[in-house]
């Protein structure tokens, strides 16, 4: 197996239900327990993260969930104590965890989105800090707090989930961008600065992906099959797809793999 015995901690990853739609995280969890992981899930929805790790263990593999917000750096300290009690090391760290665009829906026109949404003009500080606190405070917390301990096992391997979003720019949710954008630089930095001690950190770029947050958006078959448009492979990925990229990285298939980038969009940006 692919993770035999390696300890993952996956940010984000209640979503992860036999039979229902996955978020990334949750696909993630499930692939990686049944490589032979360890899996601990890190969310703030306590009911899904525990069904969650109950299915895996329910199915042979081993999993744990601990509470968690991302945004908050006492909890990230209280949860890396627990790995280091329970499990005794961390081999792995997906930092996943996100939030959507506070009120953004894609049916409307940006004129009557809103301004968290919108251009660059119109953004609001408060919508700006909300998606930085998040995704990059979020993954710069959880690698502060999570290396020292991947230092004591020796080395590690770091997923950061960016987006295609962090790369180009498109007209409308601006924070989202800029937010993404940082986690990009983030990794980068952090490759460059620990490599000498067996720590790799890669970012995951995602396109358009079949979620339970993007199934509640996309609800307008016009405004889905415009998306789809945009896409050359024609369709939206499953979140699998994402996790199998997320699997790479974190096994030693991906040794030699440090500050890069893994696009997983369907061509999207190529074009």
Request: aromatic share 4%.
């Amino acid at each position: 197996m692919r993770l035999n015995n390696k300890v993952i901690l996956i940010t984000g990853g209640a979503t992860g239900l036999s039979g229902e739609i996955n978020g990334i995280g949750g696909a993630a969890a499930r692939i990686c327990a049944k490589e032979g992981a360890k899996v601990l899930i890190g969310d703030i929805n306590d009911e899904m993260g525990q069904k969650t790790a109950n299915q895996i263990n329910e199915i042979g593999g081993h999993a744990r969930y601990l509470h968690l917000d991302v945004t908050d750096e006492d909890e990230w300290v209280s949860v890396y104590k627990s790995i280091a009690s329970v499990e005794g090391k961390l081999d792995i760290l997906v930092n996943n965890a996100g939030t959507g665009v506070p009120n953004y829906d894609p049916s409307l026109t940006s004129a009557r989105n809103s301004e968290e949404a919108l251009m660059v003009e119109h953004i609001t500080v408060d919508g700006l800090q909300s998606q930085l606190k998040v995704h990059a405070q979020g993954v710069l917390l959880g690698m502060k707090h999570g290396i020292p301990l991947m230092r004591n096992g020796l080395g590690g391997s770091i997923i950061n989930v960016s987006s295609i979003h962090g790369i180009v720019g498109t007209h409308t949710v601006t924070s989202y961008q800029a937010a993404k954008g940082a986690v990009r630089q983030l990794t980068k930095a952090a490759a460059v600065q620990y490599s000498k001690e067996n720590i790799r950190v890669n970012s995951i770029h995602p396109g358009f992906t079949k979620t339970p947050l993007t199934t509640e958006l996309f609800t307008n078959p016009e405004i889905l099959s415009d998306r789809v448009s945009q896409i050359p492979l024609g369709r939206f990925a499953d979140a699998e797809e994402i996790a199998m990229g997320i699997l790479f990285l974190a096994s030693d298939e991906s040794s030699y793999v440090t500050g890069a980038e893994l696009i997983i969009d369907g061509g999207v940006i190529a074009q």
